[in-house]
């Protein structure tokens, strides 16, 4: 009998609302978003850059000291206005670090205490700075970033799949709950009609006073678990509620108890399948990352104490002059080259320690891949090897559920023909409401193993296609 203004929930349309709406999914998703919003920030950081700066103005009138050609210290008010505007565009080269930048700039000097104006412009310049044997954070970052985003999205389909398994365990709880209000609502409406006969039994002399009280007895205990299990569906549609990130107001749910539908047939032809899908599992894909990391590390350390090497080079016109005109019709060539390099000498051993400690960093980072690998795939076996049981399991404990049934249906007969006593039917009450909870657990068992092998893989087996596509 259903539950009077209890919403019905089926196991399906609980796992896809914890997989939209879990907290851990809310947040695995923010944190995909994230990291492809920093791919974006990278890409982007690649594309030709235009900046403009500006000065204006920049006046100040104090004193200062000059040193007067006899070495004697004077000091003399001065009041200017130093302007500068300059529009820039620059283009970051990825591959070695390297940065190409076109500019052109102008400034003004305002000599107030002398009335007079000069300008410093320089109409084009192009620039070129290479860094030749630092480290490049954009070369590592081109792999990084990519495999970042990739690892995120990954997490949040695996925290999808988690919330879903932790929705079935919620769901079973519920179906548990409600599985014991439907016995406890057949027993009592059982033993209300048993303990009714058993009174006319009694008056008229047919059984003892002490069958009648136990049946008295086997009634007052179904009412009492009656209540117990209402509270037990009232916690158990709270604690989904709660999960689903929803407000819990006294409203009761009601599970439509799944069928065992998952096709799964060819466990060689899932288990090969399965296998290949591991490697694109977080935890692989965050050793994949976490080795790179070390690999940059090492890569950084290596060079920043190590010998550096630096080009910077310009080529572009200039001119200063009295008036503004002169600045575009006459500049001057401008040409600036420079090599700057860098040895460390004596650095007692700092450079050495660091660089064995970025090579335990990699070598710790894969010793971990190792066993993560050898983990899940061991989570998979353990799966596959539950999954060929519980399928046999869950045949047999239908049959045996049936089987139960049957047999209380017909010592509830026979005791009301007078045919067995009354503790041959609580026996067979009592193997029912055994057996029913028996299937309810082999049951869950059986969504619960299938549910963990689509969270280990990602992939639904039932669509033959990657899960949340």
Same mark, same amino acid.
């Given at each position: 009998m259903p539950t009077v203004g209890a919403q019905t929930i089926t196991l399906g349309e609980l796992q896809q609302r914890a997989a939209e709406k879990a907290e851990s999914v809310l947040i695995a998703t923010q944190q995909a978003e994230a990291a492809e919003l920093e791919l974006d920030a990278y890409r982007?950081?690649?594309?030709?850059?235009?900046?403009?700066a500006a000065t204006l103005p920049n006046y100040f009138r104090t004193s200062t000291q000059v040193t007067l050609d006899d070495g004697s210290i004077a000091f003399r008010e001065i009041e200017l206005n130093n302007s500068s505007v300059s529009l820039l565009a620059n283009q970051r080269i990825a591959a070695t670090g390297?940065?190409?930048?076109?500019?052109?700039?102008?400034?003004?000097?305002?000599?107030?205490?002398?009335?007079?104006?000069?300008?410093?412009?320089?109409?084009?310049?192009?620039?070129?700075?290479?860094?030749?044997?630092?480290?490049?954070?954009?070369?590592?970052?081109?792999?990084?970033?990519?495999?970042?985003?990739?690892?995120?999205?990954?997490?949040?389909?695996?925290?999808?799949?988690?919330?879903?398994?932790?929705?079935?365990?919620?769901?079973?709880?519920?179906?548990?709950?409600?599985q014991e209000r439907r016995i406890a609502e057949t027993n009592r409406e059982a033993n209300q009609t048993l303990y009714t006969i058993a009174q006319e039994?009694?008056?008229?002399?047919?059984?003892? @006073?002490?069958?009648?009280?136990?049946?008295?007895? /086997? =009634? %007052?205990? &179904?009412? *009492?678990?009656?209540? #117990?299990? +209402?509270?037990?569906?009232?916690?158990?549609s709270a604690a989904i509620l709660q999960y689903l990130g929803e407000a819990y107001t006294g409203q009761l749910l009601e599970p439509e108890t799944p069928a065992a539908t998952a096709a799964l047939t060819d466990l060689d032809v899932a288990a090969a399948r399965a296998t290949t899908l591991l490697a694109e599992r977080p935890e692989l894909l965050d050793v994949a990352r976490r080795t790179l990391e070390a690999g940059r590390n090492a890569d950084r350390i290596r060079r920043d104490l190590g010998p550096r090497l630096d080009l910077d080079a310009s080529i572009g016109l200039i001119r200063n002059a009295d008036a503004l005109d002169p600045i575009y019709s006459d500049p001057q060539n401008e040409r600036i080259v420079s090599l700057t390099f860098a040895v460390p000498l004596v650095?007692?051993?700092?450079? @050495?320690?660091?660089?064995?400690?970025?090579?335990? /960093? =990699? %070598?710790? &980072?894969? *010793?971990?891949?190792? #066993?993560? +690998?050898?983990?899940?795939?061991?989570?998979?076996?353990?799966?596959?090897?539950?999954?060929?049981?519980?399928?046999?399991?869950?045949?047999?404990?239908?049959?045996?559920?049936?089987?139960?049934?049957?047999?209380?249906?017909?010592?509830?007969?026979?005791?009301?023909?007078?045919?067995?006593?009354?503790?041959?039917?609580?026996?067979?009450?009592?193997?029912?409401?055994?057996?029913?909870?028996?299937?309810?657990?082999?049951?869950?068992?059986?969504?619960?193993?299938?549910?963990?092998?689509?969270?280990?893989?990602?992939?639904?087996?039932?669509?033959?296609?990657?899960?949340?596509?």
């Amino acid at each position: 009998m259903p539950t009077v203004g209890a919403q019905t929930i089926t196991l399906g349309e609980l796992q896809q609302r914890a997989a939209e709406k879990a907290e851990s999914v809310l947040i695995a998703t923010q944190q995909a978003e994230a990291a492809e919003l920093e791919l974006d920030a990278y890409r982007a950081g690649l594309r030709p850059r235009l900046d403009l700066a500006a000065t204006l103005p920049n006046y100040f009138r104090t004193s200062t000291q000059v040193t007067l050609d006899d070495g004697s210290i004077a000091f003399r008010e001065i009041e200017l206005n130093n302007s500068s505007v300059s529009l820039l565009a620059n283009q970051r080269i990825a591959a070695t670090g390297g940065l190409i930048g076109l500019e052109t700039a102008l400034q003004r000097t305002d000599n107030f205490a002398q009335s007079s104006k000069s300008y410093n412009g320089a109409p084009v310049r192009l620039t070129f700075r290479q860094p030749i044997l630092a480290f490049n954070p954009w070369r590592w970052d081109r792999r990084l970033l990519p495999l970042q985003a990739q690892l995120t999205d990954r997490a949040r389909d695996a925290a999808r799949a988690d919330a879903a398994l932790d929705a079935t365990d919620l769901f079973f709880d519920l179906v548990s709950a409600d599985q014991e209000r439907r016995i406890a609502e057949t027993n009592r409406e059982a033993n209300q009609t048993l303990y009714t006969i058993a009174q006319e039994r009694y008056e008229l002399g047919q059984i003892n @006073r002490g069958d009648l009280v136990q049946l008295q007895l /086997e =009634l %007052a205990s &179904a009412e *009492q678990n009656l209540l #117990r299990a +209402e509270r037990l569906v009232g916690a158990a549609s709270a604690a989904i509620l709660q999960y689903l990130g929803e407000a819990y107001t006294g409203q009761l749910l009601e599970p439509e108890t799944p069928a065992a539908t998952a096709a799964l047939t060819d466990l060689d032809v899932a288990a090969a399948r399965a296998t290949t899908l591991l490697a694109e599992r977080p935890e692989l894909l965050d050793v994949a990352r976490r080795t790179l990391e070390a690999g940059r590390n090492a890569d950084r350390i290596r060079r920043d104490l190590g010998p550096r090497l630096d080009l910077d080079a310009s080529i572009g016109l200039i001119r200063n002059a009295d008036a503004l005109d002169p600045i575009y019709s006459d500049p001057q060539n401008e040409r600036i080259v420079s090599l700057t390099f860098a040895v460390p000498l004596v650095d007692w051993g700092q450079r @050495r320690a660091l660089n064995k400690r970025a090579a335990t /960093e =990699l %070598a710790l &980072a894969q *010793q971990l891949g190792q #066993r993560i +690998e050898t983990n899940l795939q061991s989570q998979l076996t353990q799966l596959l090897d539950q999954w060929r049981t519980v399928r046999e399991e869950l045949v047999l404990a239908t049959q045996i559920r049936d089987l139960a049934e049957e047999r209380f249906r017909i010592s509830q007969e026979s005791y009301t023909l007078g045919a067995i006593p009354l503790t041959d039917l609580t026996f067979a009450q009592q193997n029912r409401d055994q057996n029913t909870r028996a299937y309810a657990e082999t049951l869950r068992a059986y969504w619960l193993t299938y549910t963990n092998l689509e969270r280990l893989t990602l992939w639904d087996f039932r669509r033959d296609k990657p899960l949340y596509e």
